[in-house]
């Protein structure tokens, strides 16, 4: 009898899930809202649903199922397998979720951060499959990541693996932690945004102005990288200064971690190669002792949005 | 028949040695000249030799030694028992030290980083010997440190763990590493001495230069602590931007790690609750989700010079 387990991947929008079979590929998903203004056992208990319906349609024997993972947003107890506190879900404070869907279920559930998931998912079915260790980094609104270490989760303490809340610039830009300066307030896609924002006001003239339709509103991720790449100077200085600290941020990751990879995930990663190279560089230069070490290459993410759910699924039997 | 091991603390200057029983006390100690301008065989063999007769020296069986921890400083691949390259000890290029040493003598040997070291055995035998986990900062001429979870030295892969070399201010003071505004040049020892000459030269009328009678080159860590408590303002200011620069760095790593503790050590930590006060109300304000997380005490390490030597012993059970 073949194994399977399930991941889900709980949003503050959806919730997602999926049936992995034993060699981690993903063979059925589905989602539904999460209703996130509900009382958390609601939530809980819909995403326990979402199993049964699953388990369903992919036709598996539920004997088969070693076990359900779930990436989670937010400040983690992975360990006691309870979610202390999340932005994106209300009122969740100290909430035993684990135990409430095994109860549920019948099944043993693991839990982790949504960006541990994304890293482990990647790390064993994704773009670092070839590696037993990575360091992966989200840009997205914020900046989160996760570590895995010979194909496990690196958790920390509860709350642990903050890798966008750790400085770059003292006294910089306000960060939304409270703090100032930190790699998600230069790095994130949102960090991105405002400088090219800036950039544009300072610089009429600039071609950033022209792709925004003269509304820097619709500032986006892409067009710093689009002005740039036509030879926009105001642009291409935006797109320079973002790449010097996202390699810093990168450089910071290696010195402490020394994966074999650093993967980036998130929608600035659509640059593909416009990334990577120069970051990879980056990394060969800066990176401590780095004449004496290979230093690793940094590549784009592939699982984009299964990365959560295939890595949650992961969790049954990598922790 | 009790248990014991042995570490070494292999150092530029001295190879330190001492027995360890089975509760980590350290029973006797020795040291010699490392001779670091010789061969490595050379240095190895010698290690080989102290162990030899720190054996003989504790009156202990042989057959009831378990083992032989090295803290080395500089790259290593703990894994590999190699020492990849050392700044303190030149011309060391992946050198095969628990190997070597091993066949000497008829013993397994691990080997680890000496701030690895140090942290492992301040963790089990010291300052944190309450805690299963803790982050370590050595404040010296640079900053180094060692992360222990759950009582085992996270290693990352080969040269992992440069805590002193992760970002604070994106183009800021040249550090040693290559990059510029790394923790380091902004925590350590040396870093503390030279804005301590900056602000002395600013301000002739300054305390900093009486301390010092009028010869910046005797500056020290001490100083600019004795001049902020008599109410110097240029060395308040020195003081105040010290401490601010060391919690940014220790939020930095709470937020990835969160240990149950943080111990600093080194010279600098002479001044004890004139830093960890400060620091641990730092990093209650700033340490991310600080509200709903017990955030981790800064406690000054307490095992001294023997920390390394310890934590090697350590080693050899906790890997």
Redesign the interface.
Known sequence: MERYTIGIDLGGTNIKAGVLNARRQLLCKASRPTGAQRPWQAVADDMAALVLELIKQAGVDRRACAGVGVGCP??IDAAAGRV??SNNLKGW?DVPLAEHIGSALGLPVRLSNDANCAALGECLAGAARDCG?AVLLTLGTGVGGGVV?NGRV?E????????G??????E?EPCT???RGCVEA?CSATALIREAVRAARARPDSLLNTLCRGDLSQMDGKIPFDAAQAGDAAAGAVVERYL??LG??V??MV??????VVLLSGGVCAQGEVLTAPLTEYVRR?A???P??EP?PVRIAMLGSDAGLIGAGCLVDCR
């Open positions: 937010g400040t202390l506190y404070v260790s270490w690196i920390g303490g509860p709350g642990g693996m903050e890798l809340h750790t400085m770059l610039i003292s910089g932690c409270g703090r230069y010097r600290h810093e941020a450089v910071d010195n402490i971690f020394r994966p074999q800066y401590f002792a780095s004496h070490l690793p």
